[in-house]
């Protein structure tokens, strides 16, 4: 049976993008996180979600051309509903 949890989304995100910081400038890319909530719950397999999102993070600044920004955004998708 696989674990899941359930955490705010947000502080993570938040993490993740701070620890791609040094990869994001050695592609000469702009890396930024913004939210427009300070909590986002959700339930999740974090062995497989964590490694899922890096490596798609990863890819993202790897193919963005140098000298453009990746914003990360965590907000409201729909009115009463939060989306990431």
């Known amino acids: 049976m696989p674990l899941t949890v359930k955490v705010n989304l947000v502080p993570l995100f938040r993490g993740l993008v701070t620890g791609a ?7 000469e890319v702009v890396l930024m996180f913004e939210t427009e909530v300070e909590t986002l719950m959700i339930s999740y ?11 798609l993070l990863s890819r993202i ?5 140098q000298t453009y920004r990746v914003i990360v955004s965590v907000g409201n998708g729909y009115e009463h509903k939060n989306y990431l």
């Not at 910081?21 to 592609?27: E, G, K, R, S, T």
């Not at 397999?45 to 490596?55: C, D, F, H, M, V």
């Not at 600044?61 to 051309?65: A, D, L, Y």
């Open 21 to 27: 910081q040094p990869f994001a400038v050695a592609q």
């Open 45 to 55: 397999n974090p062995e497989k979600a964590l490694s899922e999102i890096t490596g």
């Open 61 to 65: 600044i790897t193919f963005t051309p």
